[in-house]
């Protein structure tokens, strides 16, 4: 079992021993030790991904910016008008094709309020590189209000933005989100929401400062 998982994980046959006498679950063992060893390099695995954020840090190389413009260019908004299109006001395109009540939501928060200047639903392929795969954040909103502006790169969320209620994964790639534009230092913060009230709210505090 032991040399098995070592292969499965590159762990040292020590440090797996410490961790399975550690789990209290070697009696499952015997139940179905195929099953087992897959389960524990599965989850062993995964840890490993999870750890590898832990401390995070970005470093920005060389000085040039690079302009997305070309992601926004010759890309059709295709979606059916009387189910998820939105009609909007202050986005970058005429209408907003939203995936779901939440998104649109999102849309009608930001064309209602005063402090939205402009915001776009981000394409797909606008994606941030993380040790646990591309993430793909969800809006870009230009806040202004008395002659401050402010960039935001939101994720939302689809529900409860608390750690403990967010899948592993998801929770530490919003971690290097926020990482990755830090490195960048171009006073662009990278902010995670499931309520757009909120979100609102919290610019509004943040802009007057």
């Given amino acids: 079992m032991l040399t098995i998982l070592q292969n499965q994980t590159d762990l040292t046959r020590k440090t797996i021993a410490r961790i399975l006498d550690r789990s209290g679950t070697l009696k499952d063992f015997k139940i179905n030790?195929?099953?087992?060893?897959?389960?524990?390099?599965?989850?062993?695995?995964?840890?490993?991904?999870?750890?590898?954020?832990d401390g995070i840090k970005?470093?920005?190389?060389?000085?040039?910016?690079?302009?997305?413009?070309e992601l926004f260019l010759n890309k059709e908004l295709t979606g059916y008008l009387s189910k998820n299109l939105y009609e909007a006001r202050k986005s970058t395109h005429e209408y907003v094709v939203y995936d779901s009540d939440r998104?649109?939501?999102?849309?009608?928060?930001?064309?209602?309020?005063?402090?939205?200047?402009?915001?776009?639903?981000?394409?797909?392929e606008f994606k941030i590189k993380t040790p646990l795969g591309s993430y793909n954040p969800d809006w870009a909103i230009l806040v202004e209000e008395e002659g401050n502006e402010k960039l935001y790169f939101v994720v939302e969320t689809k529900g409860s933005v608390k750690s403990e209620d967010l899948r592993d994964v998801e929770e530490r790639?919003?971690?290097c989100g926020?990482?990755?534009?830090?490195?960048?230092?171009?006073?662009?913060?990278?902010?995670?929401?499931?309520?757009?009230?909120?979100?609102?709210d919290d610019m509004h505090i943040k802009l007057n400062r």
């Fill in 33 to 53: 030790p195929q099953k087992y060893i897959e389960e524990v390099a599965s989850i062993i695995n995964r840890k490993k991904r999870l750890l590898l954020v």
């Fill in 173 to 175: 790639k919003i971690i």
């Fill in 103 to 124: 998104e649109r939501t999102f849309a009608e928060s930001f064309d209602s309020n005063n402090i939205i200047k402009l915001y776009t639903k981000l394409p797909s």
């Fill in 178 to 200: 926020r990482e990755h534009f830090k490195a960048l230092n171009t006073d662009v913060e990278f902010e995670a929401y499931d309520d757009s009230n909120k979100l609102l």
């Fill in 58 to 69: 970005y470093t920005r190389i060389g000085d040039e910016a690079y302009s997305c413009q």
